[in-house]
C-alpha cells in the first residue's frame, strides 16, 4: 500500500506545471490525511494541508490508487459510493484529462 507521502510525489508528477484545472482541489483520504491541488496558479502547488477547494474527492488511498493505476473506473467507483464528490462537479470531470 502506497504512503501519503508516495501518492502525494505521484500527483505533484502528474499535475506538473500547469495540468489545466484551474481550480483548487483536496483529495480526502479520511484518517490517513489528504491531499490539496492549487491549480488556480501556475505552477500549480500539491500539499498535505487542509485548505478549502473548488471540489474535495473523499476515496479511501486503496481506492485512489485502483484509479490511478486504471483498475477502477471513476464512474463505477462514483456509483458504488467508494468515491464521493462535493463542491463543483465539472472539476472531478476534468480531473479524467490529469489521470489518463
Known amino acids: 500500500m502506497a504512503t501519503l507521502e508516495e501518492i502525494t510525489e505521484g500527483m505533484r508528477a502528474r499535475i506538473g506545471e500547469d495540468c489545466g484545472l484551474d481550480a483548487t482541489l ?12 492549487d491549480a488556480d496558479t501556475v505552477p500549480n502547488v500539491v500539499s498535505n494541508e487542509d485548505k478549502d477547494a473548488d471540489c474535495t474527492i473523499k476515496i479511501s488511498t486503496d481506492n485512489f490508487m485502483a484509479l490511478v493505476e486504471g483498475d ?7 456509483m458504488m ?4 464528490i462535493e463542491g463543483n462537479m465539472g472539476i472531478a470531470m476534468k480531473l479524467q484529462s490529469v489521470f489518463s
Open 26 to 37: 483536496k483529495f480526502d483520504f479520511g484518517d490517513e490525511g489528504m491531499i490539496h491541488v
Open 72 to 78: 477502477l473506473d471513476p464512474t463505477t467507483a462514483f
Open 81 to 84: 459510493g467508494k468515491l464521493k
